[in-house]
C-alpha cells in the first residue's frame, strides 16, 4: 500500500540555519505530495504542493521538488526563523475522487534565535 | 473566504458515552473527510463525504460513523466511547472538482478527551 516516510525529530536550528527535512514515499501510479504545517495548539495548513514529477512547490521560503526517480520529497528553506517552529508533515494523495491523504509521522522543528 | 470551522473545539466525556462532532466546510467545497491524530499513531484518515454519499473509509471501527447535510456541513460520531479515543478530531474540505486535484483544507480541530 502506499505510505510516507519522515526523517525522525526533533530537528533544533538555529535562526538563519539552512533547513532539510527529508520525505520518501511508497505509492503506485502517479501521487500527487503536499507539506503540510501544524503550530502548537492548531490544525494543518497547507504549506506546498506537487503534482507531477519535477514540479517544485514553494510558498513563504519553503521548497520542495517532486523527484520520481528517488521517491522523494524533500523540504528545504534557505534560512529558517523563529517563528518556524512547528511540526511539518509529509502527505501524499492518489488522484482518485474522495481519496485519502496519507500522512508521514511529523517531524517537529524547533528554532532558537 | 472563511476556513473551515469545527465545533466544538473542546470537549471532554467519559467512557460509554457518545459524542457528535461538527464541520464547516470552506464556501463551495462539496467534500469533506474527516481525520484522527493521537501521538502513537499520528494522522489517520476517518471517512470522506461528498454529496451527502460516503465514498471512502479508513480502518476504523463501527462505532465512529458520520454523515453529510446538502449544505455540505458534515457532523461525525463516535458511539459507546472508549480512553483510546482521545484525539485531535480534523476536517478538510476540498472543492472536489471532476479532474482537478484534491487538496485539501483543514479545520483547526476537535480535541476530545475521554475520562
Known amino acids: 500500500g502506499n505510505s510516507v516516510t519522515q526523517m525522525e525529530g526533533p530537528v533544533t536550528l538555529s535562526e538563519e540555519a539552512f533547513l532539510t527535512i527529508n520525505c520518501t514515499y511508497t505509492?503506485?501510479?502517479?501521487?500527487?505530495l503536499f507539506w503540510y504545517v501544524q503550530y502548537p495548539g492548531e490544525g494543518l495548513q497547507l504549506l506546498l504542493k506537487a503534482t507531477k514529477a519535477d514540479d517544485k512547490g514553494s510558498n513563504k521560503g519553503f521548497e520542495a521538488t517532486y523527484r520520481k526517480e528517488t521517491t522523494s520529497f524533500h523540504l528545504e528553506k534557505g534560512s529558517v526563523q523563529v517563528s518556524d517552529s512547528a511540526v511539518y508533515f509529509c502527505a501524499l494523495s492518489g488522484r482518485q475522487a474522495g481519496t485519502a491523504l496519507i500522512f508521514g509521522k511529523g517531524t517537529t522543528l524547533s528554532v532558537s534565535s | 473566504k472563511a476556513g473551515v470551522t469545527q465545533t466544538p473545539r473542546y470537549l471532554i466525556k467519559t467512557r460509554g458515552q457518545q459524542v457528535t462532532l461538527s464541520c464547516s466546510p470552506i464556501?463551495?467545497?462539496?467534500?469533506v473527510s474527516w481525520y484522527q491524530q493521537t501521538p502513537g499513531q499520528g494522522l489517520q484518515f476517518l471517512f470522506e463525504?461528498?454529496?451527502?454519499?460516503?465514498?471512502n473509509k479508513g480502518n476504523f471501527p463501527g462505532r465512529f460513523s458520520g454523515r453529510q447535510f446538502s449544505n455540505s456541513r458534515s457532523e461525525m460520531n463516535v458511539s459507546t466511547l472508549e480512553l483510546g479515543d482521545s484525539a485531535l478530531y480534523l476536517c478538510?474540505?476540498?472543492?472536489?472538482?471532476?479532474?482537478?486535484?484534491?487538496?485539501?483544507?483543514f479545520g483547526p480541530g476537535t480535541r476530545l478527551l475521554v475520562l
Open positions: 463525504y461528498f454529496s451527502e454519499t460516503q465514498r
Open positions: 464556501s463551495g467545497h462539496r467534500s
Open positions: 505509492a503506485t501510479g502517479y501521487p500527487s
Open positions: 478538510a474540505s476540498s472543492l472536489a472538482l471532476a479532474g482537478e486535484l484534491e487538496t485539501q483544507y
